[in-house]
């Protein structure tokens, strides 16, 4: 079964910035479908950006303009570029594919 693993996350002040990764176990074939979640202290999952079934990139209201999704079909990963963190912007992130999760990856961003 395939795997996701994230990594990346760590301790930064407002203002700065964090690259997260997520890898899968094998060879998938392609990163569409893929995105990233974060979960918020006392909030509801909610997306972050992803990659459609075409290849599209979409982003949640709270991050455009700050955040950058990309990714490498060949090494089956998808990174996520995170520029003016805020500390809203604290949490757990995980990377998911169709129903797939990862472990997560904590993002702490502090005033």
């Known amino acids: 079964q395939v795997r996701l693993v994230e990594s990346g996350g760590g301790l930064v002040q407002a203002g700065g910035s964090l690259r997260l990764s997520c890898a899968a176990s094998?060879?998938?074939?392609?990163?569409?479908?893929m995105g990233w979640y974060r979960q918020s202290p006392g909030k509801e999952r909610e997306l972050v950006a992803s990659f459609s079934l075409g290849g599209t990139m979409n982003y949640g209201d709270s991050v455009k303009g700050r955040f950058t999704i990309s990714g490498d079909h060949y090494k089956n990963t998808i990174y996520l570029q995170m520029n003016s963190l805020k500390p809203e912007d604290t949490g757990v992130y995980y990377c998911?594919?169709?129903?797939?999760w990862g472990q997560g990856t904590q993002v702490t961003v502090s005033s």
């Open positions: 998911e594919r169709f129903g797939l």
């Open positions: 094998r060879n998938i074939g392609s990163i569409n479908g």
